[in-house]
């Protein structure tokens, strides 16, 4: 639901009644993931996507169904073998979808429009709502928040407090506002299982957390062509892109109109000063010693997500050695990537762009780069230890 977080959050202003449905858990090859979510509205507006086209007509339908009778309903859909036109997914993958109607007036509404309103502002947010359950704490939700990282880095964590319920029980409320707090702080959205009664015991109840945290970040270091392609495929990828080179001539808003910031400072010296986090991914483009080595000893110390830095394979070798002379070690060394990017025969900025940018997301998602024709690899990793009825989270 917080994926869509925009539109809702502009229904929710309007005072238009909707539903939403969200995926609550896969398995096998399943086109989205947990939190992908549909929406209709009582005029029949859709936005949003749970299966990315096999299923989205049933689940419209289910979403009517909720407007009309207020009812929150789970539903799953898998391939069919017995009836090639059935309802499911061709891919062969199952999805449990949860579907929630969300009417001004609702016990929910007041949360999930504090939950779209924060996720809209770029504030780290988790709502939990009951996926499987008794019939009276179906349809609630609870809300934890963090900090504000819209306009660049900050902190995440929230302060112990939560908004919502579900009706007369705090124990609960308070065991799951805790559990969808840890699932914050790792920007993480899945299914926990937690007893009725607010403990790990007791008749379980399945629960859906999701996160909604701000961008990660790119820094790219070198104000070149490349560093505008980057900068571009960055902001596309959903990264909040910063931009920095000491040269002010060249680090300038018109040369990277899409950076959400430009820093003119040595690179090194404004790695020392900004916040990173597990998320975060440096791109070195410079390939200029006197900006590397400084910038790329610090770098390799961090713990970000992906350091990467440009260069031939002489440019690579030579840079090595420079930073094996200053201290850095051999552990340290291999985090490093480099030449970046992955092999595409790149040329031009754009392509290498999306060269550096493949090899980034292969990193994120521990893909292999590999080509997909021909390998016995799968497209979409089985996540079947996930489906609701099961427990387990999932990113």
């Known amino acids: 639901m917080l994926d869509i977080a925009d539109e809702l959050n502009r229904w929710v202003e309007q005072g238009r009644d909707f539903a939403v449905a969200t995926v609550v858990a896969v398995g096998g090859s399943a086109p989205r993931q947990p939190g992908a979510a549909l929406a209709v509205d009582s005029e029949g507006t859709a936005i949003g996507s749970v299966s990315g086209g096999c299923v989205e007509g049933a689940v419209y339908e289910l979403c009517q169904q909720a407007l009309e009778d207020g009812e929150t309903v789970q539903e799953r859909f898998g391939y069919s073998d017995d009836d090639a036109f059935a309802v499911g997914l ?26 779209l309103a924060a996720a809209a502002r770029g ?12 019939a009276e704490l179906m349809g609630r939700a609870v809300l ?35 559990e969808a707090r840890a699932m914050l702080d790792a920007g993480k959205t899945g299914v926990l299982e937690i007893g009725a009664d607010g403990r790990l015991c007791g008749e379980p109840l399945k629960v859906l957390v999701e996160s909604s945290v701000p961008p990660p970040r790119m820094i790219v270091f070198g104000a070149i062509d490349f560093a505008s392609a980057l900068v571009r495929i960055g902001k596309f990828l959903g990264y909040h892109v910063t931009l920095c080179d000491a040269r002010p001539v060249f680090a300038t808003k018109k040369r990277f109109p899409e950076a959400d910031e430009i820093v003119v400072d040595w690179p090194h010296r404004y790695l020392e000063s900004t916040d990173v986090d597990a998320r ?67 040329r031009s900025p754009e392509e290498t762009a999306l060269s550096i940018a493949a090899e980034i997301v292969a990193n994120r998602r521990g893909g292999s780069g590999a080509a997909l024709t021909g390998a016995h690899i799968p497209i979409h990793p089985d996540t079947s230890n996930t489906l609701i009825g099961r427990i387990g989270s999932v990113a």
């Open 90 to 115: 061709t891919c062969g993958g199952i999805i449990d979808i949860l579907v929630t109607p969300v009417p001004v007036g609702s016990p929910a509404r007041e949360v999930f429009a504090a939950a």
């Open 144 to 178: 934890v928040r963090g900090g504000v990282r819209a306009d660049g880095p900050g902190e995440v964590r929230g302060d112990g407090s939560y908004e919502g319920g579900f009706g007369g029980h705090p124990e609960l409320d308070r065991a799951i506002a805790e």
């Open 123 to 134: 504030e780290a947010a988790a709502v939990a709502r009951i996926a499987e359950g008794p």
């Open 280 to 346: 975060t991914v440096l791109c070195v483009l410079t390939h200029d010693a006197k900006f590397d080595v400084p910038l790329l000893e610090l770098a390799l110390k961090l713990p970000v997500a992906y350091v990467g830095a440009m260069g031939s394979r002489r440019t690579h070798e030579d840079r090595n050695k420079r930073l094996r002379d200053v201290g850095v070690s051999e552990l340290e060394l291999a985090r490093l990537r480099s030449p970046i990017g992955l092999d595409l025969g790149a």
